[in-house]
Structures are given as C-alpha cells and as structure tokens.
C-alpha cells in the first residue's frame, strides 16, 4: 500500500483530538478517509504490479487506471515499444504516428508506398506498475484532514446524539424557535476536496476485457 501509515498521519497532525485518540478509533478514521478520497477521486492510490486485459480502439487504448509504467504490451501486432507512448497522466496508450517521428525521406518513401500509421488489435495485455508506488502529497494530506475532521466531531458533545437521529432517520428537529437541519454526514471537507481536484481520474472510458 502506498497510502501512509495510521502513526505518520497522526504524527503530522496538530489537532488534540486525533493524536488523542486510541488505536483502534485511529485505524478507523484512517480507513474511513481513504474511503471517501477513493470515492471522491474515482482512483485508488496504491499499486500492483502485472497484466491488465484491456479493449482498445485504433491507434488509442484508454485504461481503465493510472499505469505509472509500461513494461510490455502484448496483442499490439507489429508494433514495438517505440511506437508506443504513455500519456503523462498515466491514463491512455497511443501509437506514435510515423509522419511525426520520422524524417522527410522516411515519410515520402512511406507516402510513395502507401503506408500508413499503423494501430492498436481490439484487445490488448498491458504489463507494468499500475497505480501510484508513492502516495501523492496532496492524498496523504487530504487523508489527515479528514481524520481530523471526523476526531473533532466525534469528541463534540453533541456528537452521540446527531449519530443517534441519524440512525433512526431524523433528519430535522424543532422546537420554538430553534430549528436543526441534520442532514447526511459530509464525504470530505472543503479544504480535503480542494487538495484533490487535479487528481480525479478521467480514464473511466478504459474498459477491462
């Protein structure tokens, strides 16, 4: 896993409430963060190495995850590792067109013969390091906000019973003229979401075979 430990998390923070929190409430709140930043993000930040089975169409593969490096791929044809190239965002494989990697005498002897660029098989098996060998910066902060978060509301007084309404599906309360909306609980907070907006992944197109 890449993802930081449940101690470097709590070592980073300042925040009374979590460093003062037992092991097994930190392991939960670590859990519960990497949760919410998986949903919120549509990726997850560890790795594995190997084969992934993927559909391709032309001369573009879009992958179904990050792939941080290419090893081999295998269904491709002729094509060779140089003809292909890995988009920096990890999340597509193309074909390099000839007409823009070779020189003017290698195109017109292509041009003259009719040559053309060539492409992808339908599917393909692509062979590497998937996902993130290191966790990203902007994640494992992320991760430690909303453990902060979710420690401080956990140790508020009133935090038993908002727990309590919620599950028994109370989610407005009025009496004279106080009123309390307690609606759902929040996935992630403001500060947590602006840290990972440039990490949503945008590969969903990439279809496992």
């Known amino acids: 896993m890449a993802y930081p430990t449940a101690t470097a998390l709590v070592d980073a923070s300042g925040v009374p409430e979590l460093r003062g929190a037992s092991d097994d409430d930190v392991t939960a ?12 993000t549509g990726q997850s930040f560890d790795s594995f190495e190997g084969t992934l089975s993927v559909h391709a169409s032309g001369s573009v593969a879009f992958l179904p995850r990050r792939l941080e490096r290419l090893d081999s791929i295998d269904g491709a044809g002729s094509l060779t590792d140089a003809d292909l190239a890995l988009d920096d965002r990890g999340d597509r494989i193309t074909v390099r067109d000839w ?18 660029s060539p492409t992808l098989g339908d599917d393909v098996q692509i062979t590497g390091l998937w996902g993130w060998s290191e966790c990203p910066a902007e994640v494992a902060t992320a991760i430690r906000y909303d453990m902060e978060d979710q420690a401080r509301a956990d140790a508020n007084d009133l935090s038993p019973t908002v727990a309590a ?22 996935m992630l907070s403001p500060r947590a979401v602006r840290l990972l907006h440039g990490l949503v992944w945008h590969g969903a197109g990439g279809e496992l075979v």
Do not use: K
């Open 99 to 116: 007409r823009w990697t070779s020189n003017a005498y290698e195109r017109a002897l292509r041009d003259l013969a009719g040559e053309t």
């Open 29 to 40: 709140l670590r859990s519960a963060a990497i949760a919410a930043v998986e949903e919120f």
């Open 165 to 186: 309404m919620r599950s028994l599906g109370i989610r407005d309360v009025s009496q004279g003229n106080l009123r309390l909306n307690i609606g759902d609980a929040a």
